[in-house]
């Protein structure tokens, strides 16, 4: 399959832009208009040119956004039959990609991809009299002015924002400022190279806590390349992972019922209601279509279904400004249930083959083993070369021992491939 748990992503080639082009042409088949953004990466706008020809040479009308978030395109896709985001999100800028977004914002489901990798074979073209054509639209404008009309800040903020060089760089730092809040930026221009890796982990992000400190700010905002993602930190300098950010939003919105991922903390069960879906924003937002008040990775995507079912790093960066002018981020963290849980990556050559000597029905979704008081899970990454390995225990000890399982798993299934992942 050529869509993993967020769309498509490869390294940059030819074979990328040949494939861009199909894709134009396979979305465009029977859908008209679309919306087409791009994220900052140098090989974007190639990209974005191929699919729009692709879309034009299938007869389609395109709107243009130009650079702009994933969420941002997805909101605008609300005017149309469906949308592209060229981007590979929070993967290195060797990276590059395409996702396909529904009306509501939602990605494609897997039924609509396996539509799409279908026809790429037959694409449909249209002759010279009936080619579409494109026209810009002010996506931006209508996300931020979206956003402005539902957040409102009890009281004047300073918020550390990093950007990251993404996408995010063209709309939340004037949003944030528009919303009341003083806006501390860092590698908030679009460069096409990023200052850090994209990817909003707290080892990319060393120098955060302490500007937070110094500037005395309500909180940080942290994006990855497409502004899909927002981690954060509270006004002690303190990261925040994943798991207690779901747990900070639900709490705060009072949602009662949360849709998150297997390889999210146990602890959320002791605040909510919780279904659990593979890995992927894709799974969350298909089934908060049909249950859940909101949802989220505790990667850093977070979808609030009265919004979009795209995961929107933009609004929630705006909505982490409202509740640091009500509350003690900090406070409030400091009350919620915490267990231990440990996040590990191996790069491996074959996932795939990997994750069906461990007994994986689906690479991605992956094996879960659980008791009373832990579990582990260890899944191939569907959108780099890499198992992740994620284990968590009701004590720090049993937390070990989970990812020693889960290690232990690995490599019973590397000596099974007869050495060829070590």
Known sequence: MLFGSSGIRQEFGPGLVDLALRIGAAAADGASPLVVGRDTRTTSELLEHCVVAGMLSAGAAVYT???????TVAYATRR???????????????????KLLNPDGSSFTRRQQAAIE??????????WEEQGHTSPIDALAMHRDAILGEISLSRPVTVVLDCGNGAGSVITPDLLSDAGATVVGLNCNVSGRFARPSEPLEANLPYVGEIVRKRGAGCAVIHDGDADRM????ERGRYIDGDHLLMLFAAYLDHKRVVT???????IEEVAEVRRTPVGDTFVSEELLTWG??????SGSWIFPGHSYCPDGVYAAALLCEIASEWS???????????????????????GEIMAAIGADEPTHGVRFSDDDGWYLIR?????????????GKKPEKAKEMLGAGHAALARAKRILGGREE
Not at 81 to 93: K, L, V, Y
Not at 119 to 126: D, F, N, W, Y
Not at 261 to 267: F, Q
Not at 293 to 298: H, K, L, Q, T, V
């Open 65 to 71: 956004c130009g650079i702009a978030p994933t969420p």
């Open 80 to 98: 149309a039959d469906a949308g592209c985001m060229i981007t590979a999100s929070h993967n290195p800028e060797p990276y590059n990609g395409v």
């Open 118 to 127: 279908e026809a790429l074979e037959g694409t449909h073209r249209v002759g």
């Open 231 to 234: 981690m954060a930190f509270d």
């Open 261 to 267: 991922t297997v390889d999210a903390s146990m602890a």
């Open 293 to 298: 008040d909101f949802g989220g990775e505790a």
């Open 329 to 351: 981020i900090a406070e409030e963290l400091d009350r919620m249930p915490r267990y231990t849980l440990l996040r590990e990556s191996c790069r491996v050559a074959s996932p």
């Open 380 to 392: 191939a990454s569907g959108t780099e070369p890499k198992v992740r390995i994620t284990a968590e």
